[in-house]
């Protein structure tokens, strides 16, 4: 790993509640300017990347999560996220910049999401 960059992998842990009433641990996050009605600029069919390429780009916020289920089938129905599993129940989760939330409502098999975040070291 280079000296001037370390990747801190799990800097959040969310957990989501479901149930009517109940709030998620989740940091809050005001997307209403990212809307579908309000955001012409969101992106109807993905074109395919590799996973770095969606990492390295600016147009998608990445996050590790836990799931259970088909997760591959939920997303697929998603046209603003993508989704590249490291095991039985981890994958890497690309989705378009603000569109977090529609991804949590419309993903059941979703339980848990790390927030990874890069962390320039500076040796000043």
């Known amino acids: ?12 842990k969310g957990t ?3 149930g ?3 709030k998620s641990t989740l940091p809050e996050v005001d997307y ?7 955001s012409p600029e969101i992106k109807k069919n993905l074109e395919k990347k590799t996973p770095g390429e969606y990492y390295e780009s600016e147009d998608y916020e990445v996050y590790l999560i ?3 289920g088909d ?3 939920s997303i697929d129905k998603i046209s603003y996220a993508e989704v590249y599993s490291t095991g ?9 910049n603000g569109m977090l939330n529609e991804v949590l409502e419309s993903v059941p098999e979703i339980i848990n999401i790390y927030v990874l975040i890069k962390f320039l070291h500076s040796n000043a």
């Open 66 to 68: 836990e799931y259970v």
């Open 32 to 38: 209403d300017d990212r809307r579908e009605d309000a």
């Open 20 to 22: 009517k009433g109940k």
């Open 1 to 12: 790993m280079r000296e001037d960059m370390v990747l801190y992998e799990e800097f959040y």
């Open 88 to 96: 039985e129940f981890f994958a890497f989760l690309f989705v378009q």
């Open 71 to 73: 997760i591959k089938s």
């Open 16 to 18: 989501i509640n479901r």
